[in-house]
């Protein structure tokens, strides 16, 4: 599959989120229907997503996977259909910003979108989960009370993208990854980590589908505030 074939979906603009609407009505069947790999959240913030293999899980603020309905409703959440075209096997420890730095030399282009797979044994993994809540009550302020979790010598996959910071507006700009033990039953947004044995596939993305949601929520919200340093604070 060439860069111009794959298309990155996005269900909503990532700015809606920073704004507190916490509500859309696309459903998990329509996000499988357009990808099976990808991360994104659920209806109240009610946990972080992971799509690996065209199997959706929900990783609740308990740190702990659960199984997820096709009714499931998702207000942010993007999703491709994996098909890398290169990949790279990394055997020595690495840590976090010697990662970052091994990723930067690997994409081509810090203008295009990219999916990206980690997966192997992580010496040292650290994620969050965001706790359910109410809407309307600002991403910023939810990101500061949620709940950690670290993992040691541990295998899994780190699902995710880079976003091009011209983007900011549309999804979380930069890397993005979200972790999912091999047993399928933890994970998280990821934080940090420390892989020593992975294998990392990489997917050129060209295309780009944003949907508008529908509800009267999104349309009168007000989406004009600049939520770049907001989005910084929330994700990273
Ligand atoms: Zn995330």
Not at 49 to 63: E, P, W
Request: hydrophobic letters at 40%; proline letters at 6%; a negative charge.
């Amino acid at each position: 599959m060439t860069a111009q074939n794959s298309l990155l979906y996005i269900s909503a603009p990532v700015n809606a989120l920073v704004e507190g609407l916490y509500r859309e009505d696309t459903t998990i069947a329509d996000i499988l229907a357009r990808g099976d790999f990808g991360i994104g959240t659920f209806n109240d913030l009610d946990g972080e997503m992971v799509v690996l293999d065209g199997v959706v899980y929900q990783l609740r603020s308990d740190g702990i996977a659960y199984a997820v309905t096709p009714e499931t409703r998702t207000p942010f959440a993007c999703v491709t259909f994996f098909r890398p075209y290169s990949e790279e096997e990394i055997d020595q420890p690495l840590d976090y910003p010697g990662l970052l730095a091994l990723f930067d030399r690997l994409l081509p282009s810090k203008n295009m979108l990219y999916a990206l797979r980690l997966q192997g044994f992580f010496d040292y993994v650290r994620t969050r989960s965001v706790p359910r809540q109410d809407a309307y009550r600002p991403l910023v302020e939810v990101a500061r009370e949620q709940p950690e979790f670290e993992f040691e010598r541990i295998e899994g996959t780190l699902v995710g993208y880079w976003t091009p910071n011209f983007m900011q507006s549309v999804a979380v700009p930069g890397y993005h990854l979200h972790f999912l033990t091999a047993d399928k039953r933890h994970g998280g947004h990821l934080l940090e980590c420390r892989p020593r044995h992975i294998r990392i596939s990489l997917q050129h993305i060209a295309r780009l589908e944003l949907g508008l949601p529908l509800t009267l929520d999104y349309l009168t919200a007000d989406l004009g505030r600049d939520t770049s340093q907001d989005l910084r604070e929330a994700e990273h």
